[in-house]
């Protein structure tokens, strides 16, 4: 599971009768597809198990279960919407007259670092945030500076973020 609730498939499974991991377990391709169709079946009374209190419980009318986020949905959360993350760094950077970007193998990258980290969308603003913090807080007093481009190996090895500076004349 890895996600809010890491365990709750195992509650799940003994009120169903599924084995999960061991002898007897039902084999299939994926542990991760059986976690998700395990999910599925989530009642009130195995988050009572699980530890969450009734009173609390209680005020949790509806309970949806969310599929896990592939690489190809973490990027479209990075760059579609309006307020992306990337949208919002590039608009902070705006303020300092410097235009921001990301190379399409950066994204790739902070995706399949979220995905890795096991963090999902949650995870993806403290990836561009190792990688920008330092960078955001010299631009303002490096008045030359016009452009910075954001690189896979800035993600995946720490490395600077590329710095375009205006021409002295």
Partial sequence: CGGAFDGLEKIIADRVGKKTLGFGAEIESKHEADVSELLKQV??????????????????????????????????????PKNALIKQYQSLLKMDNVKLTFDKAAVEAIADMALKRNTGARGLRSIIEETMTDMMFNIPSEPDVKQCVVHKDCITSGKEPEIIREKAS
């Fill in 43 to 80: 009642t009130p009374q195995d988050f009572l198990k699980f530890g969450l209190i009734p009173e609390f419980i209680g005020r949790l009318p509806i309970v949806a279960k969310l599929e896990k986020l592939d690489r190809k949905a973490l990027i479209k959360i990075l760059t579609e």
